[in-house]
């Protein structure tokens, strides 16, 4: 078994490590056709998530292709990003959140056979921003198209502690 990744941001708690990232949680639109989260028990089922920021979709079209891997993954870390304001709309701060499983879409070519390294970005950031509460059960798949011709979607479960 490998060592699992140090969290080398610095902070006491997790909002305060995410600021020290140079980031903040966005703002999620709401959707008349579905819900950011949904609450199954203990369970907190997120929705796909894909890459926003500000309004605005950051990239299309098909890793492998279209879109390069370094691109790709900061795509998924936008995706993970707000997949998280999504769990704190659930429970209401940062510090209870706990990622149980992440499954990440992303949209690549047959061959790229690198869609774990897409996902990879996405578990760096929640580690860095939740320490042992970020580490999680994941799957990461490549498929033929996301919504909009984005790169990669995230959805995830998680719970609060």
Do not use: W
Not at 22 to 37: C, D, K, M, S, T
Not at 99 to 111: G, W
Not at 125 to 134: D, M, Q, T
Not at 143 to 155: D, R, S
Request: some cysteine; overall charge negative.
């Amino acid at each position: 078994m490998s060592q699992p990744l140090p969290q080398t941001v610095k902070g006491d708690s997790a909002s305060e490590r995410l600021h020290n990232l140079g980031l903040e949680l966005p703002e999620l639109a709401g959707n008349a056709y579905y819900v950011h989260h949904r609450a199954v028990g203990s369970s907190i089922h997120i929705s796909g998530q894909l890459p926003y920021k500000d309004g605005e979709l950051l990239g299309q079209g098909v890793v492998g292709r279209d879109v390069e891997l370094e691109t790709a993954k900061e795509l998924a870390r936008h995706a993970a990003l707000n997949c998280l304001a999504a769990a704190v709309q659930a429970v209401g701060d940062l510090d209870r959140v706990r990622i149980v499983q992440m499954l990440v879409f992303v949209a690549s070519t047959p061959d790229l056979g690198l869609q774990s390294q897409v996902a990879n970005a996405a578990s760096e950031l929640l580690i860095e921003v939740l320490g042992e509460n970020g580490r999680h059960a994941r799957t990461a798949i490549g498929v033929a198209g996301l919504p909009l011709n984005t790169p990669v979607e995230i959805q995830m479960v998680c719970t609060a502690v």
